[in-house]
C-alpha cells in the first residue's frame, strides 16, 4: 500500500477505485518521485511513470482527497518530528540522538554562548537535554524558522547546508550568513521564549536536532529531568510552594530594552554594558526574560535626544550613556527626568572625580585622539612582529617572541597571536604535524614562553570542514573525524614527551578573549601576585 499517511493526515476521506494504466514494473528508485500525481480529471490520484514497459492496468483503492492532504501530510509529519510524544509501551515516536550524534551535541551545547549556565552544568545535565531533543529532517530550500515566528526552540545543526536570514528595521535587504555542521540557531528564542530572530532557509536537506525551551527549563533549571506526566501535578504543587517563600519575581517573557546613547561611536559604552550583562547570563530565560541593546552613536542635536527618550519611555528602556558635549548631556539627562526614564550617566561620576582631582573642567570634546607614545609604538612592532612569524616560519627569530603558540591546524593560533599582539606581545605560533620533528628553535627558546593549545576533536572537525568548504572541497582527510582523533591524541602525547611544563590550554569551548584573558592571567602569576604583576600604562 502506498499514501497510508497522506491519508491519514485527513479525516473523513472516502475510498474509490482507480484505474492505473502503464503503471507496471516501476523502477525502485522512482517511487517517491512519480507515484501519486495529480490526475488531470481531479479528485483521485493516478500513479504514472516514464519507464513503463507495458500497458498493463491495475485497480488500486485511494482516498478521494489523497493529493490535496500530501502537502498537508508532509508538513504534519514534519512538525511531528517537533514532538517527542510516547506510543504504546513508552516508545519513543522521534529517535534519539546515538553514538557520534550525541558527541556533537554535547560539544556544541557547552559551547552555546548565550547558555552560559550549561559552561558549568555537570555531563549529565547535558545528556539530559541531547537526551531530550528531537531530530528533524529538512528539505532543501524548506524555511525551518521564520524571523517573528513563535518557536521558544533552538535548533543544531548536524548535516546539511542552511542561510540565515536577519532583516534589520528600517533596511529592505536582509543580512545573510551560511550556517553548516555544529552551528546552532533560537538560542535567544529558548532562553527569553520570544519570537525567533532570524529566518532559517536550508540549501541542501538538512538533518537538524531540535531542543524545546520548556524542556530546557524542566532539565536546566528545575533539575528535576523530563518527569512523566502523572508527577506535573506533584512537581508544581512544589512551585507554588517555592514561589509564595521566594518572594516576587519576573517572568521569563519579559524582554528588557537598554539604550546606549553617545556622541562619538559608543564602542566604549556598548563594551562596558555587555561585561556588566554577563553577570546575569545565569538567569536570562528563567527569571531574567532576555535583553536587547540598541546603540544610538553620534547623537549630535536635542532633537535626536527627544526622539531617543521618547521611544526609551514608550518601551520601558534603560537609557545609558557616554555623552561629553554639555549640551547634549544636558538635554539627555532632563528629558529622561522629565519623562521619568531610567538613565545612567556611564562617565558622569569619573569625570566628576577627575575634575576633582585635577582641580579643572572636563573639555567637553568628543572622540578620542590616539597619542603615538612608546606604548603605541610597541604595540605596532608587536603586531608586525606577529605577521612575519605566523604560522611557524622564520624559527631563527622565535627567541625575541614573548609568546610561543603550540597546537594542532585550525586551534585558533592565528586570530590569538593577533589579539595578544594588540596588548603588546610578540607572538610567534607553530602548527604541530603528527610525525612531524619541530624545529629545533622550538625547544631551544626560553620553555617558559610556550603554551599548548589542545581542542575536542569534534570541534576540531566541525572547523576544518567549513574550511575546507570555502576552498570547494569536501570529505579530505584533513577533515575526517577519526584522522583528526588520532592526531590530537598524538598531540597531548608530544605535550607530554616534549613539552612537560608547558600550560595547556583547551580553546574547545573558549573564544579568543577568554583564551587570552588565561594566557596573560599565567603570565602574571609567574610573577608573583597582582601587586607585582602590576604595571604603568603610558597612555
Given at each position: 500500500y502506498l499514501g497510508a499517511v497522506a491519508f491519514a493526515a485527513v479525516p473523513g476521506l472516502q475510498m474509490k477505485p482507480v484505474l492505473l494504466r502503464g503503471a507496471a514494473h516501476l523502477p525502485q528508485d522512482s517511487l517517491p518521485r512519480t507515484l501519486l500525481r495529480e490526475g488531470k480529471t481531479g479528485g483521485g490520484a493516478v500513479a504514472e511513470t516514464s519507464s513503463a514497459k507495458t500497458s498493463s492496468s491495475c485497480s488500486v483503492i485511494l482516498g478521494g482527497a489523497a493529493v490535496a492532504a500530501a502537502p498537508m501530510a508532509r508538513h504534519w509529519m514534519r512538525r511531528r518530528r517537533h514532538r517527542r510524544g510516547r506510543g504504546a509501551g513508552g516508545a519513543r515516536i522521534c529517535r534519539s540522538a546515538a553514538g557520534a550524534e550525541v558527541?556533537?551535541?554535547?560539544?556544541?551545547?557547552?559551547?552555546?554562548?548565550?547558555?552560559v549556565v550549561l559552561?558549568?552544568?555537570e555531563e549529565e545535565t547535558i545528556k539530559k537535554l541531547v537526551d531530550a531533543m528531537d531530530q528533524v529532517l529538512v528539505e532543501a530550500g524548506e524555511v525551518v524558522v521564520r524571523q517573528g515566528e513563535k518557536d521558544s526552540s533552538m535548533y543544531i545543526v548536524q548535516e546539511g547546508d542552511l542561510v540565515i536570514e536577519r532583516a534589520p528595521a528600517g533596511s529592505e535587504a536582509p543580512l545573510t550568513r551560511p550556517a553548516g555542521r555544529g552551528d546552532y540557531f533560537g538560542a535567544v528564542a529558548l532562553l527569553g521564549r520570544t519570537p525567533q530572530k532570524t529566518t532559517v532557509r536550508a540549501s541542501t536537506p538538512c538533518t537538524l536536532w531540535r531542543l524545546d525551551g520548556r524542556k530546557f527549563d524542566e532539565i536546566v533549571i528545575q533539575g528535576g529531568g523530563l518527569d512523566e506526566e502523572e508527577d506535573d501535578d506533584e512537581a508544581d504543587d512544589e512551585?507554588?510552594?517555592?514561589d509564595e517563600e521566594d518572594g516576587p519575581t519576573c517572568t521569563t517573557a519579559d524582554l528588557r530594552e537598554i539604550f546606549i546613547v553617545s556622541d562619538s561611536t559608543g564602542e566604549s559604552a556598548k563594551a562596558s554594558v555587555q561585561t556588566a550583562m554577563r553577570q546575569f547570563d545565569y538567569c536570562f530565560g528563567t527569571t531574567c526574560g532576555t535583553s536587547r541593546t540598541v546603540v544610538y552613536r553620534f547623537v549630535r542635536t536635542t532633537s535626536e535626544v527627544r526622539k531617543i527618550v521618547d521611544q526609551a519611555r514608550e518601551q520601558e528602556a534603560l537609557l545609558v550613556f557616554t555623552v561629553m558635549e554639555p549640551k547634549i548631556h544636558e538635554a539627555l539627562t532632563t528629558a529622561c527626568k522629565e519623562q521619568n526614564v531610567a538613565c545612567c550617566d556611564l562617565w558622569g561620576e569619573l569625570l566628576e572625580s577627575l575634575e576633582r582631582k585635577f582641580g579643572a573642567k572636563r573639555s567637553g570634546v568628543t572622540g578620542r585622539r590616539q597619542v603615538v607614545?612608546?606604548?603605541?609604538?610597541?604595540?605596532?612592532?608587536?603586531?608586525?612582529?606577529?605577521?612575519?612569524?605566523?604560522?611557524?616560519?622564520?624559527?631563527n627569530q622565535w627567541d625575541d617572541c614573548d609568546i610561543m603558540l603550540v597546537g594542532p591546524s585550525r586551534a585558533g593560533k592565528t586570530p590569538l597571536s593577533f589579539y595578544l599582539a594588540q596588548r603588546g606581545f610578540k607572538v610567534a605560533n607553530y602548527p604541530l604535524v603528527p610525525d612531524e620533528e619541530p624545529p629545533a628553535e622550538l625547544f631551544n627558546i626560553d620553555q617558559s614562553k610556550c603554551f599548548g593549545l589542545t581542542i575536542s576533536p569534534e570541534r576540531l572537525?566541525?572547523?576544518?570542514?567549513?574550511?575546507?568548504?570555502?576552498f570547494g572541497r569536501s570529505a579530505t582527510q584533513y577533515g575526517r573525524l577519526d584522522n583528526i582523533k588520532k592526531e590530537v591524541s598524538w598531540i597531548k602525547n608530544f605535550y607530554i614527551r616534549r613539552g612537560p611544563t608547558w600550560p595547556i590550554i583547551d580553546t574547545s569551548n573558549a573564544g579568543v578573549v577568554e583564551t587570552a584573558a588565561r594566557i596573560m592571567e599565567i603570565m602574571d602569576r609567574r610573577k608573583g601576585d597582582s601587586l607585582a604583576a602590576s604595571y604603568v600604562s603610558l597612555e
Open positions: 558527541d556533537l551535541l554535547v560539544q556544541v551545547l557547552r559551547e552555546v554562548k548565550e547558555l559552561q558549568k552544568s512551585d507554588d510552594e517555592d607614545s612608546d606604548e603605541y609604538m610597541r604595540i605596532v612592532q608587536a603586531i608586525e612582529y606577529t605577521r612575519k612569524v605566523d604560522d611557524g616560519v622564520l624559527p572537525q566541525a572547523i576544518r570542514v567549513e574550511r575546507m568548504k570555502q
